[in-house]
């Protein structure tokens, strides 16, 4: 089961080799958005594709460096996409994100934008890039694991997922024709299919049953997502996600599945679940050994900071998590050096930098004295200067692994750093 070769996406590929101008390239992105008006079945399904580039692969392992090219800005990889559940990261202003930690792209949630502000105060606004101001690239998720993590308020069949809201208990339905059309109207970069992600602890043959359903409905919603076209004049890449729990045969195919659709990109989903980091890392590796090398690859839900740097060391390009900015209101910080709970007493009259290795403002400015109190006071202030730290450090990891394989020296600094990054200071 391939979509390569496809008129479409050969045209397109054409189209994106080809000569032209980026006038010219623009009046047939214009020519390929369909309206309410008109659907010209030429050219509605013209895509622009995201560009993937290899810049450098490690010797010592799996990882790599490369560079991601969007409508809306270059994202180099491996890269940390800070969460923005409902169109905010928690306590950090754009700005912030932006000039001060260095964030290259941002995550949404569907399920939680399609609720609350809702599908047409998105589209009034132009989408979510108009509507919080994020001129950057965007990632939406296709709201699957919110849904599924309801648990009693929902019900699964074939069709798609009916669920009850946590804000007020109205009934919706996610069905995987249904999500695309919502993340078209949201307007991210890169958008999800709807998948099913199945418990930690599931057994062979529920994880056998959930991928088998994620794999019907990822031909309809890569169907969809070919009949359809954006909606705001830029392109969105559509990324399928690997299934299979923690058996090795389910997510080898999977990913033989996923990796069979040619999209622009593929993601690895149902890991960080609850099931042990080792078990984590052996799903990953025989994952990234059949996803196609000249695409990247996105590892969801990913994780504490040695996650991340093993999880690159096995072919990873990108990671999601809310641990530095949830982790952060409660007091953890994560640092080159360690993990500081500010919580403790140790900390009342250390009237040194929150951080003298960090790269956001905040590290140099307040004292960790300072951030004790805000913290232990409940403050909102201390909540954000933690949520900025973390996001910083975050960010300065990847961009340190990007280094290191672009200089040959990945695999004796990750082996360090792992050490370093999981000691309890």
Known sequence: MTYEPNFYLTFNSELSNSELSNSELSQLRTLSTPNSSTQNPIFAPIFFKMKFELLKSDTGSKARAGKIQTDHGEIETPIFMPVGTAGSVK????????????????????????????????????????????DKPILTDSGGYQVFSLAEMRKLKEEGVTFQSHIDGSKHTFTPEKVVD??????????????ECPPGDSDF??????????????????????????????????????????????????????????????????????????????????????????????LMGVGTPANILESIALGIDMFDCVMPTRNGRNGMLFTSEGIINMKNKRWENDFSPVDPNGTTFVDSFYSKAYLRHLIISKEILGAQIASIHNLGFYIWLVKEARKQIIAGTFDSWKKAMVGKVTERL
């Open 91 to 134: 306590a950090v202003h754009q700005r912030e994100l932006k000039d001060d930690i260095g964030a290259q792209i941002i995550l949404g949630n569907t399920y939680h934008l399609y609720l609350r502000p809702g599908l047409e105060i998105m589209g009034q606004a132009g989408g979510l890039h108009k509507f919080n101001g994020w």
């Open 182 to 195: 919502i993340q078209r109207t949201i307007g991210a970069d890169i958008i999800m299919a709807l998948d």
């Open 205 to 298: 043959q529920y994880a056998k049953n959930s991928m088998e359903l994620t794999h019907r409905w990822l031909k309809r919603g890569v169907d969809h997502f070919l009949k359809t076209g954006p909606k705001y004049g830029h392109t969105q890449s559509f990324f399928p996600i690997v299934q299979g729990s923690s058996f090795r045969d389910l997510r080898k195919q999977s990913a033989e599945t996923i990796a069979s659709y040619g999209m622009d990109g593929n993601a690895i989903g149902g890991l960080s679940v609850g099931e042990p980091a080792e078990v984590m890392y052996e799903m990953t590796d025989v994952v990234t050994e059949i996803l196609p090398f000249d695409k990247p690859r996105y």
